[in-house]
T-cell receptor
Framework: DAGVTQSPTHLIKTRGQQVTLRCSPKSGHDTVSWYQQALGQGPQFIFQYYEEEERQRGNFPDRFSGHQFPNYSSELNVNALLLGDSALYLC???????????FGPGTRLTVL | TQLLEQSPQFLSIQEGENLTVYCNSSSVFSSLQWYRQEPGEGPVLLVTVVTGGEVKKLKRLTFQFGDARKDSSLHITAAQPGDTGLYLCAGDKEGTSYGKLTFGQGTILTVHP
């Protein structure tokens, strides 16, 4: 049973560009959440998708957008990249409230 | 101000020692989770606690959720070098929708052989 998978593993972009990150949830999970983790800090919640809709959102600007597909996989899009967007982007999936969230390995984004 | 305050931030101990990591808040949490993260990888879920006063054991790791659901602790008995890593507590703040996890800043544990 594959866990949460993310692609790509690493990505280098320049300021002003746009990026799309992808996530496939753990089998049987229908909810996908995205987090941003800066170096040396705990992850920060970006948003969560359920039934193909954004269910809740953290304190991130509209440059951060997402999508969930009928097969529960998800994308995170970031427009007009800034240097401060450099971070590890984590996807987590879940199904049961008491089970917790399961994280993928992350995508390391570097903005130059 | 962090919603979840973890302490200590750094812990360096010898193999065989015991240790406790604390996670405190002034807010009530519906559930609280502990994760362990290796460099360059995603956090790995260790445990979820949902009931005030709950204690869960996972081999040498003991997790406790405070009676008021505002704090939690992780105790490791006879630490081993393989326990080295970043330990994160995270929770669903009561009154918010499930899944918007708030994380502590983490505790970096180093266990020396």
């Amino acid at each position: 049973d594959a866990g949460v998978t993310q692609s790509p593993t690493h990505l280098i972009k320049t300021r002003g560009q746009q990026v799309t990150l992808r996530c496939s949830p753990k089998s049987g999970h229908d909810t996908v959440s995205w987090y941003q983790q800066a170096l040396g800090q705990g992850p920060q919640f970006i948003f969560q998708y359920y039934e193909e809709e954004e269910r809740q959102r953290g304190n991130f600007p509209d440059r951060f957008s997402g999508h969930q597909f009928p097969n529960y996989s998800s994308e995170l899009n970031v427009n007009a990249l800034l240097l401060g967007d450099s971070a590890l982007y984590l996807c987590a999936s879940s199904f049961d409230y008491n089970e917790g969230q399961f994280f993928g390995p992350g995508t390391r984004l570097t903005v130059l | 101000t962090q919603l979840l305050e973890q302490s200590p931030q750094f812990l360096s101990i010898q193999e065989g020692e015991n240790l406790t990591v604390y996670c405190n808040s002034s807010s009530v949490f519906s559930s609280l989770q502990w994760y362990r993260q290796e460099p360059g990888e995603g956090p790995v879920l260790l445990v979820t606690v949902v009931t005030g006063g709950e204690v869960k054991k996972l081999k040498r790791l003991t997790f406790q959720f405070g009676d008021a659901r505002k704090d939690s602790s992780l105790h490791i008995t006879a630490a081993q070098p393989g326990d080295t890593g970043l330990y994160l507590c995270a929770g669903d703040k009561e009154g918010t929708s499930y899944g918007k996890l708030t994380f502590g800043q983490g505790t970096i544990l180093t266990v020396h052989p």
